[in-house]
Nanobody
Framework: VQLVESGGGLVQPGGSLRLSCAAS????????MSWYRQAPGKERELVAA????????NYADSVKGRFTISRDNAKNTVYLQMNGLKPKDTAVYYC?????????WGKGTQVTVSS
């Protein structure tokens, strides 16, 4: 299993970013995919999740209405569109899949929201 995140960077408050996670090594279309984030000194937290066919999504209360998770099963990629970014969204963002009972993580992509 390999997960590679991209799309992070430095953005001003109120700005937008779109994160991507390219997956390989498993049948992507069969698995729930999730985005997590970890800010300095804090525990890793769930941001959003999407079912295998993309029909259901779930969001942390802190990002509802601002972030959108989506997936393209033809491209083995899951996305996180982030709008209305706030300084408290600053964190390393990770993609995760639970495969054969094991949580698999990417290396993460840094998102910094600052003026």
């Amino acid at each position: 299993v390999q997960l590679v995140e991209s799309g992070g960077g430095l953005v001003q408050p109120g700005g937008s970013l779109r994160l991507s996670c390219a997956a390989s090594g498993f049948t992507f279309s069969r698995y729930i995919m999730s985005w997590y984030r970890q800010a300095p000194g804090k525990e890793r937290e769930l941001v959003a999740a999407i079912t295998s066919a993309g029909g259901l999504t779930n969001y942390a209360d802190s990002v509802k209405g601002r972030f959108t998770i989506s997936r393209d099963n033809a491209k083995n990629t899951v996305y996180l569109q982030m709008n209305g970014l706030k300084p408290k969204d600053t964190a390393v963002y990770y993609c995760k899949v639970r495969f054969n009972g094991v949580n698999n993580w990417g290396k993460g992509t840094q998102v910094t929201v600052s003026s």
